[in-house]
């Protein structure tokens, strides 16, 4: 937990840049969704905030949950137990916002709970297996898995998960909210 401290406290400033720096090289943020643990590379990862209040957004596909002020940035905010195809959880004081920039777009990603910042080596990553998998809807966001001790940890493609559908359909209600408000 000690790096999630870390990384948390370097991330509130908004000058911090957790990306493009050696020491991060390996290294992924971990968090819960459903009975698996997920990680990410901290190279996406720009912070990590506590659950806030949702602007929902009509129309949206059901994982999208909406639109939050950041600081004056208005992002997206996908629920990642829906994107998989989970079931949806009830939003507590252990629920997190990973805040990640994926194609030049910021985007935040509702977490059950982080749980750790871990380094797994290149050697340690083996591929997504392909066998035994008729349900791929979780599948096909996960591009290896992590050996991290006696655990694994599915890691993610975060260009997968968020579809450029959904960033547009944010922008255009980001842009709707800023010019007033339009016909469709």
Same mark, same amino acid.
């Given at each position: 937990?000690?790096g999630? #401290?870390e990384l948390i +406290?370097? $991330?509130?400033?908004?000058?911090?840049? /957790?990306?493009?720096?050696? $020491?991060?090289?390996?290294?992924?943020?971990?968090f819960?969704?459903?009975?698996?643990? %997920?990680? =990410?590379?901290?190279?996406? &990862?720009?912070?990590?905030? *506590? %659950?806030?209040?949702?602007?929902?957004?009509?129309?949206?596909e !059901?994982? /999208?949950?909406?639109?939050?002020n /950041?600081?004056?940035?208005?992002?997206?905010v996908i629920?990642?137990?829906l994107r %998989? +195809?989970?079931?949806p959880f009830?939003?507590? !004081?252990?629920t997190c916002?990973? @805040?990640?920039? &994926?194609?030049s777009? *910021? *985007?935040g990603l509702? *977490?059950?709970?982080?749980a750790?910042v871990v380094?797994?080596q290149?050697?340690?990553? /083996?591929?997504?297996p392909?066998?035994g998998h008729? !349900?791929?809807?979780? #599948?096909?966001? &996960?591009?290896?898995i992590?050996? @991290?001790? !006696?655990? &694994?940890?599915? =890691? =993610?493609?975060?260009?997968? =998960?968020?579809?450029?559908?959904?960033l547009?359909?944010a922008?255009? $209600?980001?842009?709707?909210?800023e010019?007033g408000?339009?016909? $469709?």
């Amino acid at each position: 937990m000690d790096g999630t #401290n870390e990384l948390i +406290g370097n $991330a509130e400033s908004p000058e911090t840049s /957790l990306s493009g720096c050696d $020491a991060q090289k390996g290294k992924y943020v971990t968090f819960k969704s459903g009975n698996e643990y %997920f990680g =990410l590379k901290i190279q996406y &990862v720009n912070e990590i905030i *506590v %659950f806030q209040e949702i602007t929902a957004i009509p129309e949206s596909e !059901d994982y /999208l949950k909406g639109l939050i002020n /950041l600081r004056g940035k208005i992002i997206p905010v996908i629920d990642v137990r829906l994107r %998989f +195809g989970q079931e949806p959880f009830e939003y507590n !004081d252990r629920t997190c916002i990973i @805040v990640i920039n &994926v194609k030049s777009t *910021v *985007v935040g990603l509702i *977490v059950e709970k982080i749980a750790e910042v871990v380094e797994i080596q290149e050697e340690n990553i /083996l591929p997504s297996p392909s066998i035994g998998h008729t !349900d791929k809807s979780q #599948n096909q966001y &996960v591009y290896g898995i992590g050996k @991290v001790g !006696d655990t &694994v940890k599915l =890691l =993610l493609d975060p260009d997968k =998960l968020i579809r450029d559908e959904d960033l547009s359909a944010a922008g255009q $209600a980001d842009e709707g909210k800023e010019e007033g408000e339009e016909e $469709a």
